[in-house]
T-cell receptor, first 117, second 110 residues
């Protein structure tokens, strides 16, 4: 069973369009994330949600809007796509570590390669 | 944002040798440190995590942490061609936010 899944795997679209990427995790984790990996392979966090609540919102254009309908899902909607949005977008999830133990390791989905023409 | 620095490489080692990957970080408050491996076109996969100063071994992999020097390293013993990949060092900040280095490309030559 896939732990963190994303759809679609590839997304090719025209500038100005609106698109969504979906992410689901079946690990029972309470926190989910969106990362962007650009052409130079630099991986940078965009958002994170803990139990459906936004806790990290990096300096990302407000054309990007995450939505978490429940703690197993975190979707990313992008309005008015621009050429610079072309990248690979990774979803990840983790269980926040408590003082009693556990790990805050983040597990990544397979990625969505977005190409804006 | 705090920084995580890695030598981009490529680091080339012969098969069977020890590969040594290094990483420095700027946030003294960081508590968790991770090494991820990423093959071309694939997602990052966890190799090791370390929380305490010292060494942590897992099979052919050893992670080393020195919080005073703000330094994390990954040693890969008996390197195999299948170890050829980009290795990403990552450090957690507030809110379990992971800050990644730019990655080191490792090439193991048979």
């Amino acid at each position: 069973d896939t732990a963190v899944s994303q759809t679609p795997k590839y997304l090719v679209t025209q500038m100005g369009n609106d698109k969504s990427i979906k992410c689901e995790q079946n690990l029972g984790h309470d926190t989910m994330y969106w990362y962007k990996q650009d052409s130079k392979k630099f991986l940078k966090i965009m958002f994170s949600y803990n139990n459906k609540e936004l806790i990290i919102n990096e300096t990302v254009p407000n054309r990007f809007s995450p939505k978490s309908p429940d703690k197993a899902h975190l979707n990313l909607h992008i309005n008015s796509l621009e050429l610079g949005d072309s990248a690979v977008y990774f979803c990840a999830s983790s269980q926040v570590r408590t003082s009693g133990g556990g790990t805050d390791t983040q597990y990544f989905g397979p990625g969505t390669r977005l190409t804006v023409l | 944002q705090k920084e995580v620095e890695q030598n981009s490489g490529p680091l080339s080692v012969p098969e069977g040798a020890i590969a040594s990957l290094n990483c420095t970080y700027s946030d003294r408050g960081s508590q968790s440190f991770f090494w991820y491996r990423q093959y071309s076109g694939k997602s990052p996969e966890l190799i090791m995590f370390i929380y305490s100063n010292g060494d942590k071994e897992d099979g052919r992999f050893t992670a080393q942490l020195n919080k005073a020097s703000q330094y994390v390293s990954l040693l890969i013993r008996d390197s195999q061609p299948s170890d050829s990949a980009t290795y990403l060092c990552a450090v957690t900040e507030y809110g379990n936010k992971l800050v990644f280095g730019a990655g080191t490309i490792l090439r193991v030559k048979s």
